[in-house]
């Protein structure tokens, strides 16, 4: 009980102190509600992109005991793959918002496939080796992303055509913002609770856990525990590709955009502690709002903006000093 109000004391400072830091230099700039409104929908937006592949690493690692360094390589492909699919001439016919619709459905199932494949033709022999699977699936994120150079090259994509979701606008204290934006933030904390009640309400869940308590114990039910163990792989790395292919519209496709979410995301999964999920949902949160408060305060203060990628390791390194198992961690 007291480690729970410790935790929960923690975060609700993290969150005014961030805010209140925000709201008092951006009333102090000259700038109204509307400019610290904008500073707080950026960080819920990147805090939600952040958690799309901050989740799939968490729910791998938490369950599994893999850490897939290719997860940013699978956001890459997200990108790719929807910004393709959406600016291809041949699908011009089915109206934008159910192409832009279809172009999720599809880099989500890429991720799907090529996270079965990971899983159970180069990852299964490695099980009992950690340090092997670390090694391969940071090598496969290199390989996957010399395979988009080739087919793609160097140059970066951005998103030219519209749909309606992204051209929407609405205003809140006299300033405009996007409806996508504010779609994603919604989207991503509806997944947040579908995947929490996936893992711990329905009869999937159970099993899940079951199996990586004692897998021995499940498989003499009668189940199939690999199997279960490449769902739960393959849906990682379908969620990290769902994220690349929600940020393309706003970040287009280039070979480095998965990279900078995965440093992120490292930071996140640490931060809220190893394996824990809703530790990744909190962290991806505060991660994203310290981004956009830290470079709104560089871009007004200190003319520049480089304190911004910096932020999650900063904010990492003094959680970690508070709690060193992180935020939902335990002490092993």
């Excluded at 880099?107 to 099980?127: D, N, S």
């Excluded at 090598?139 to 055509?161: D, F, N, P």
């Amino acid at each position: 009980m007291q480690s729970i109000r410790s935790t929960a004391f923690t975060i609700i400072g993290l969150m005014v102190g961030l805010l209140g830091f925000s709201l008092i230099t951006t009333l102090a700039a000259g700038n109204g509600l509307g400019s610290f409104a904008i500073t707080v929908l950026s960080g819920l937006f990147q805090g939600m992109l952040l958690f799309l592949v901050a989740s799939g690493f968490s729910i791998i690692f938490g369950l599994m005991d893999v850490l897939n360094l290719a997860q940013g390589a699978f956001f890459t492909v997200g990108a790719y793959v929807a910004l393709t699919f959406h600016h291809t001439d041949a699908f011009a016919g089915i109206p934008p918002d159910l192409r832009f619709l279809v172009s999720l459905l599809v880099a989500t199932i890429v991720g799907a496939v090529m996270g079965v494949f990971l899983e159970r033709v180069l990852l299964r022999p490695l099980y009992a080796r950690p340090i092997y699977q670390i090694v391969l699936t940071f090598g496969v994120g290199i390989v996957i992303g010399e395979i988009l150079k080739s087919i793609w090259g160097t140059a970066a994509y951005q998103w030219t055509r519209s749909f309606a979701l992204n051209d929407g606008r609405f205003f809140l204290f006299d300033q405009q913002f996007s409806t996508y934006r504010l779609v994603v933030i919604v989207v991503g904390f509806l997944l947040i609770l579908g995947i929490a009640l996936l893992l711990q309400r329905t009869r999937i869940g159970i099993i899940i856990r079951a199996g990586v308590e004692d897998s021995e114990m499940v498989e003499a039910l009668g189940i199939n525990v690999r199997l279960v163990f490449t769902g739960v792989f393959t849906l990682g790395c379908a969620i990290a590709t769902l994220g690349g292919a929600v940020a393309a519209p706003f970040l287009g496709a280039n070979l480095g955009v998965g990279q900078a979410f995965l440093l992120g995301a490292i930071a996140v999964v640490v931060l809220g502690g190893l394996g824990s999920y809703e530790g990744t949902a909190v962290g991806s949160v505060l991660v994203g709002l310290a981004i956009s408060v830290v470079a709104s305060f560089s871009a007004v203060y200190l003319n520049q903006t480089v304190w911004a990628s910096i932020t999650p390791m900063l904010l990492l390194i003094g959680v970690l000093l508070l709690k060193p198992a992180g935020l939902f961690g335990k002490e092993r």
